[in-house]
């Protein structure tokens, strides 16, 4: 079965502060990918890494970087905090190319900034 | 510009009948689509998928029909239980890029 984890499934944090959020998968994926999901938005990409130190932004990348130093961990990170960035961010991975682009989930972090 | 449209936010049907969730979309480059089901509070969770070279994928009570030339895939549960209640997510992506281009969701319940 593939697992992928998440550091924190809820998360209060205050205006300004810096977050990390961390995912790891245990399947060897190549890739992997933070999205958030807000209601009647659907899931929205914000970056995606194909490979450890490599990455690219997704859809709405501002306000957010990412880290990708060994295959099987991505960590997305919120520079400083804002009350727009509560959300649901969800990560996930996938072989990617030719071994399939079906992507696993982790169960999600609900963060909220107050 | 949405690539992928679910059109219906909502759907309720009841429990022993046929839910079908519709999806649409406008990238005739897409080849591989995938469906979604996600419960509150959890990660979504891959339902099934379907290449372009097939119109049809069936995994027990869940069929996935894909229509090229409309641009079109629905999903259908045969018979709806209440634990499918969820909200499904269609997916889009082209087979040599990373990426799914995920629809904005439709909420089902299955009333009992």
């Known amino acids: 079965d593939v697992k992928v984890t998440q550091s924190s499934r809820y998360l209060v944090k205050r205006t300004g502060e810096k977050v990390f959020l961390e995912c790891v998968q245990d399947?060897?994926?190549?890739?992997m990918f933070w999205y958030r999901q807000d209601p009647g938005l659907g899931l929205r990409l914000i970056y995606f890494s194909y490979d450890v130190k490599m990455k690219e932004k997704g859809d709405i990348p501002e306000g957010y970087s990412v880290s990708r130093e060994k295959k099987e961990r991505f960590s997305l990170i919120l520079e400083s905090a804002s009350t727009n960035q509560t959300s649901m961010y969800l990560c996930?991975?996938?072989f990617g190319g030719g071994r399939g682009n079906t992507q696993y989930f982790g169960p999600g972090t609900r963060l909220t900034v107050l | 510009d949405q690539q992928v449209k679910q059109n219906s936010p909502s759907l309720s049907v009841q429990e022993g009948r046929i839910s079908i969730l519709n999806c649409d979309y406008t990238n005739s480059m897409f080849d591989y689509f995938l469906w979604y089901k996600k419960y509150p509070a959890e990660g979504p969770t891959f339902l099934i998928s379907?290449?372009?070279?097939?119109d049809k994928n069936e995994d027990g009570r869940f069929t996935v029909f894909l229509n090229k030339s409309a641009k079109h895939l629905s999903l259908h549960i045969v018979p709806s239980q209440p634990g499918d209640s969820a909200v499904y997510f269609c997916a889009a992506s082209v087979w040599s890029s990373y990426k799914l281009i995920f629809g904005s969701g439709t909420r089902l319940l299955v009333r009992p």
């Open positions: 399947m060897d994926h190549e890739n």
């Open positions: 996930a991975s996938s």
């Open positions: 379907i290449s372009s070279i097939k």
